[in-house]
């Protein structure tokens, strides 16, 4: 299995990126497909997933209203479209997925496949 993330770059603060993720290997159209960032320094955090089966999308605080994922189940691939990017946004961005549902959405222990990170960079 393998996930493929690409989108990340360098962005001013208040600017846009889209990052895109493609999993082959297998689908996840029973679980879940998302995106977790880790800043320098930081822990892993949650950022953004989507269940496919329910069409439910789910934020990390910080995100909301800012950022928006969607994708295609049948194409295995998830975006995540990043809007009105801060400093603090600035972080290595790994796709994940998830082949059954978990309630736990928001703890990456609960994620099977891993992308390789891309890091996107906002500066002031």
């Known amino acids: 299995v393998q996930l493929q993330a690409s989108g990340g770059g360098l962005v001013q603060a208040g600017g846009a990126l889209r990052l895109s993720c493609a999993a082959s290997?297998?689908?996840?159209?029973?679980?879940?497909m998302g995106w977790f960032r880790q800043a320098p320094g930081k822990e892993r955090e949650f950022v953004a997933a989507?269940?496919?089966?329910?069409?439910?999308?789910y934020y990390a605080d910080s995100v909301k209203g800012r950022f928006t994922i969607f994708g295609d189940n049948a194409k295995n691939t998830v975006y995540l479209q990043m809007n009105s990017l801060k400093p603090e946004d600035t972080a290595v961005y790994y796709c994940?997925?998830?082949?059954?549902?978990?309630?736990?959405?928001?703890?990456?222990?609960?994620?099977?496949?891993w992308g390789q990170g891309t890091l996107v960079t906002v500066s002031s």
């Open positions: 290997g297998r689908t996840f159209s029973s679980g879940a």
């Open positions: 994940v997925g998830r082949s059954v549902w978990t309630v736990e959405y928001w703890r990456s222990i609960h994620y099977d496949y």
């Open positions: 989507i269940r496919w089966s329910a069409n439910m999308k």
